[in-house]
């Protein structure tokens, strides 16, 4: 399978889907806010190392595996996002394991 975290073309940054796994100890949380939390602090280390900010995200997209999960998701979410308003959509589905309950995927635009 073809694959690369990130992709940069031009001034677009296009992050492949991230889960909550802590990638220093491949420790997955329990908590799907934790779960949260860690996606963002992958998303950011990409973005950063390809020269983008947080402030660039113009697009994201939530894959969640049940929709009771997104009261507690909801907080880490405007932690990582702040004022920033992407695009955004909200997917309830399944991910390829089960201890993984939130993927988080982002566009990111340095106009």
């Known amino acids: 399978m073809g694959y690369s975290r990130a992709v940069i073309k031009g001034g677009w940054c296009f992050v492949s889907g ?17 779960q949260a939390r860690n996606c963002f602090a992958t998303i950011r280390n990409v973005l950063e190392q390809g020269g983008f900010t947080m402030e660039d995200i113009v697009r994201v997209q939530y894959t969640v595996t049940d929709a009771a ?3 507690a998701l909801v907080p880490a979410l405007g932690e990582a996002l702040g004022q920033i308003r992407p695009a955004a959509t909200m997917v309830i589905a399944g991910l390829i394991r089960t201890e993984m309950k939130v993927e988080i995927e982002v566009t990111a635009f340095r106009g």
């Open 69 to 71: 999960f997104v009261d």
């Open 18 to 34: 991230v889960t909550g796994y802590d990638y220093a100890t491949m420790q997955m949380p329990e908590d799907v806010a934790d």
